[in-house]
């Protein structure tokens, strides 16, 4: 009996067991005594998780996956929650401990997943994992890149990104249409911002709004004075803003 995959839960199951083992392992696994599994599936990377020196947690969405977890996967069974990641508090099962978070994503959630784990980095010193390969190269993107945006600017102040490597459409069953890529998040030893972060986020989102303006214009909705729009840090674009910059620009708009 295996799971028949559904699309609109983004089911595309892994065939490839040495990427499997190459996902697990990118994990340091220290300094925090459990991992949290997205999206679990038929559990070919939980089970690299379970040789781990560490507690493995899985939540996942689907019934008809849970109860094959649960059929195959004995020693996991009380640590699997079947739940939606994006609304389920993990403040019930974690409570203020540490954990790091794994997963061939669910590719339909991607940006949900990202803006959610930002929601809870307090306790995440760790994330990767698969998304669909734009999104992976989005997220670890740098200033003047095209693919630099939101995605890359929020999660970079408070990680550092790398994209590891990209798999083929061929490994997976039934196979995505894209190719798929592996990123590493370790959040930075000082990921508080020196600037009022709900304004940093704000800056950032319409900002990259129009991403061909100038801030000058795509910041107009900001009502910022004459005198702080004449600094020549409004001439430029977002997407050639580094995040200190974003951040010093927060930080002008916030003494306006
Ligand atoms: N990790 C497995 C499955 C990947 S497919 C593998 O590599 O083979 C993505 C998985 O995420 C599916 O099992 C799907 O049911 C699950 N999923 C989708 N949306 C979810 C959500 N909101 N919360 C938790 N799991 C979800």
């Known amino acids: 009996m295996s799971v028949k995959a559904k699309k609109h839960l983004g089911q595309h199951f892994l065939k490839d067991e040495n990427i499997a083992r190459k996902i697990a392992d990118t994990l340091s696994y220290k300094n925090y005594n459990h991992v949290l599994e997205i999206g679990p599936g038929m559990g070919v990377l939980t089970k690299y998780l379970l040789e781990k020196d560490i507690t493995t947690h899985v939540i996942e969405i689907d019934t008809e996956s849970v109860d094959y977890l649960k059929a195959n996967y004995l020693n996991l069974a009380d ?97 995505p249409k894209v190719d798929s890529g592996v990123l590493l998040l370790k959040r930075k030893d000082n990921y508080t911002l020196p600037c009022d972060e709900k304004l940093f986020f704000k800056v950032v989102k319409t900002g990259f709004q129009q991403r061909r303006k100038t801030l000058r214009n795509s910041l107009k909705t900001l009502n910022l004075s004459d005198n702080l729009k004449a600094n020549v840090i409004f001439d430029k674009r977002p997407e050639q803003l580094s995040v200190l910059e974003f951040i010093e620009l927060t930080l002008l708009i916030e003494n306006d």
């Open 79 to 175: 640590r699997i929650i079947e739940q939606d990641f994006l609304k389920y508090n993990l403040k019930d099962i974690f409570n203020d401990e540490p954990f790091a978070i794994i997963g061939n994503f669910p590719y339909n959630i991607s940006s949900q997943i990202v803006f959610k784990l930002l929601e809870i980095r307090q306790q995440v010193p760790e994330f990767s994992g698969m998304f669909q390969k734009e999104v992976a190269m989005r997220i670890c993107s740098k200033e003047g890149s095209k693919a630099y945006g939101i995605l890359s600017v929020l999660t970079q102040a408070f990680y550092n990104a790398n994209y590891l490597f990209t798999v083929p459409p061929s490994v997976f069953n039934p196979p």
